[in-house]
């Protein structure tokens, strides 16, 4: 038998010899594990270990059984251990790997050691003793020594009895975790009931804004359907009216122009001046008509364009002939500036000439000073035409509505006195598109407008 740690005598010995002595040796392990502060887990980890190895010893060891167990705390080690040892004389030919191979202790103990001594065999087994206000010394061991020795180890049947009531603790404490992992789940339960009644709520809600939204989209899908039968009614009301009204006007205007006639019936001066006036107004009247007609044209789609390819500097060129009779006032210049050739556009020659003719004629009605210039550029793909004036411009908040029909900058009339229908720039700006690009205006009032179209030098078929 080996004295357990050099440092310091044993705390208890004890001798195992048969069956009735495993008890013993672990009640009294117990006892030793709590007197030096081992928690109680681990009082029941050294108990556990110290009857598996009797157990062991007891039915391995030769007839008479004899192993010595002792009992030691080691102070030197930080922490402090407590250390087990059981000494044997095993069977010859019994090594420590054997022992080792029967003994699974697993993690009962922190550290387990199998080593021969001489004839015997030393099991040495340590636990860590947890760090308490009241640290072990010296003093305290020799104490816990002398109670040990001094209390009488129980029987067997009260080491059964104390086993036990360990069950019944550890049964109770299971049943205590079960019923608390049933109200878990009991409260999983009632939040998965509440998480789907959301779920639930927030589909149905979901669904009563699809209808919204289907039913509206239906309601402006009818609102559409409908506008755009009243367009088209409006269209053909122009264009039919318009087409009605050509004829008697035209007749009015022949009328006139033969009452005028010299070779008629003398008219006194009074007669000649109101035939004068029936005539002027009567052509007013066929222009307002041809430009309803043409817009009803227009609008309608009843406009084909006759595509071919366009020399601009030719436009240009006729614009400069036709319109210069209409700029009669020194004080404004025509200026139209000949993009350089080859000036090459895919696009209907005469509506083209209309767009623009029409926007000269809109510089020249409303400038008084300075000049009415057309320049053309072409960038990549696409054509800009600019009718840039020095008239009196448009306030920004009207830019857009002059392209409405009949709409006029109310309050002044042109500088120029010319009249108008309120009808040129809606038809430039659709003939515009139908010629696949668009019109635009900027302008600043005093400061002069730029009407622009853009054209592509090409168009989609
Ligand atoms: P109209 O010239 O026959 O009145 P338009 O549709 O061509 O009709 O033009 C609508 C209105 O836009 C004009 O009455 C005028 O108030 C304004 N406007 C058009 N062109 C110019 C311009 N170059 N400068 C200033 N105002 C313009």
């Keep these: 038998m080996t004295d357990p740690t050099p440092a310091a005598p044993a705390l208890l010995r004890l001798t195992l010899r048969a069956e009735p002595d495993v008890f013993l040796v672990r009640q009294r392990g117990r006892e030793v594990a709590a007197a030096v502060g081992l928690e109680h887990q681990d009082q029941v980890r050294l108990a556990t270990a110290l009857s598996e190895i009797g157990r062991y010893l007891v039915v391995t060891l030769p007839e008479p059984a004899r192993a010595e167990v002792a009992f030691s705390a080691a102070l030197d080690s930080t922490p402090p251990t407590l250390v087990t040892e059981v000494s044997a004389v095993l069977p010859a030919g019994t090594s420590e790997r054997t022992v080792a191979g029967a003994l699974v202790l697993g993690r009962l103990v922190d550290s387990l050691s199998i080593t021969p001594d001489g004839e015997t065999t030393v099991i040495r087994m340590t636990r860590r003793i947890p760090s308490t206000a009241n640290p072990l010394t010296p003093d305290r061991l020799a104490v816990i020594r002398d109670n040990l020795n001094a209390s009488a180890a129980s029987t067997p049947l009260e080491e059964m009895a104390e086993q ?8 109770e404490e299971t049943r205590a975790q079960r019923d608390e992992l049933a109200r878990l789940n009991e409260e999983l339960a009632e939040t998965n009931r509440g998480v789907l009644a959301l779920y639930t709520q927030l589909s149905e809600e979901l669904d009563e804004t699809n209808r919204g939204v289907v039913a509206l989209h239906a309601e402006l899908e009818d609102r559409s359907v409908q506008l755009r039968a009243a367009s088209e009614a409006k269209s053909r009301f122009l264009a039919n009216v318009s087409h009605e009204l050509r004829a008697p006007v035209t007749a009015v205007i022949g009328l006139t122009r033969l009452l005028l006639d010299p070779a008629s ?3 006194t001066a009074e007669q000649r ?6 005539r002027s107004s009567a052509a007013d009247l066929l222009s307002l008509v041809n430009e309803l007609l043409d817009l009803g044209k227009a609008e309608a789609g009843a406009i084909e364009p ?7 500097r030719a436009v240009f060129g006729q614009l400069r002939g036709t319109v210069r009779a209409m700029a009669t006032r020194p ?3 025509l200026v139209v500036v000949d993009p350089d050739p080859p000036a090459l556009i895919r696009t209907d020659e005469v509506l083209l000439t209309q767009v623009l003719r029409n926007l000269l004629h809109n510089g020249l009605k409303f400038t008084e000073h300075g000049e009415v210039r057309m320049t053309a550029e072409v960038d990549g793909d696409e ?4 009718v840039r004036d020095t008239g009196i411009g448009i306030p920004s908040e009207l830019q857009e509505r002059v392209f409405e029909e009949f709409y006029q900058v109310p309050g002044r009339g042109s500088p120029t006195g010319a009249r108008g229908t309120g009808l040129g720039l809606p038809y430039a700006r659709r003939l515009s598109r139908l010629l696949g690009g668009d019109l ?3 302008s600043e009032p005093g400061g002069g407008s730029v009407f622009t179209v853009r054209l592509p030098v090409s168009p989609a078929p």
Excluded at 164 to 171: D, G, K, P, T
Excluded at 306 to 312: C, G, I
Excluded at 383 to 386: A, D
Aim: net charge negative; hydrophobic share 50%.
């Design 164 to 171: 036990n009531e360990q069950l019944l603790a550890a049964l």
């Design 265 to 267: 019936d003398p008219l």
């Design 273 to 278: 001046e109101q035939a004068e006036l029936i």
């Design 306 to 312: 006759n595509w071919s390819d366009v020399e601009l």
């Design 331 to 333: 004080e404004v210049a």
């Design 383 to 386: 054509w800009t035409i600019r």
């Design 440 to 442: 635009r205006v900027t």
